[in-house]
């Protein structure tokens, strides 16, 4: 069973870039697929950008595809998320999440069995 959690959340101004981490313990970590999601107050959790366990495929939502990258380093059981050009739209709290998945499509939300306690990044206009 693998832990997760997340850091590097903090006000930015629109514009800006922030990285956030999410770091894995407990568990094989390079055996995981990983994710990020992120949930305002009073809505649905959405889903950010996903990444295979070796790094060499990832997976995005749409709208932030070309400003959010995700990457992995399984030799730090870290995975991160660094968000270019930020919006106030942004402003969420970020979640990690994991689970060993050998489907052909990538998992959905409820697929994911790992969760961290996320990091809240709050984007200032």
């Known amino acids: 069973q693998v832990q997760l959690v997340e850091s590097g959340g903090r006000l930015v101004q629109a514009g800006g870039s922030l990285r956030v981490s999410c770091v894995a313990s407990?568990?094989?970590?390079?055996?995981?697929?990983t994710a990020w999601f992120r949930q305002v107050p009073g809505k649905e959790r959405e889903f950010v950008a996903a990444i295979s366990r070796s790094g060499y495929s990832t997976y995005y939502a749409g709208s932030m595809k070309g400003r959010f990258t995700i990457s992995r380093d399984n030799s730090k059981n870290t995975v991160y998320l660094q968000m270019n050009s930020l919006e106030p739209e942004d402003t969420a709290v970020y979640y990690c999440a994991a689970v060993v998945w050998s489907g052909s499509s990538w998992p959905g939300e409820l697929d994911y069995a790992y969760w961290g306690q996320g990091t809240q990044l709050t984007v200032s206009s």
């Open positions: 407990g568990g094989s970590f390079s055996s995981y697929t």
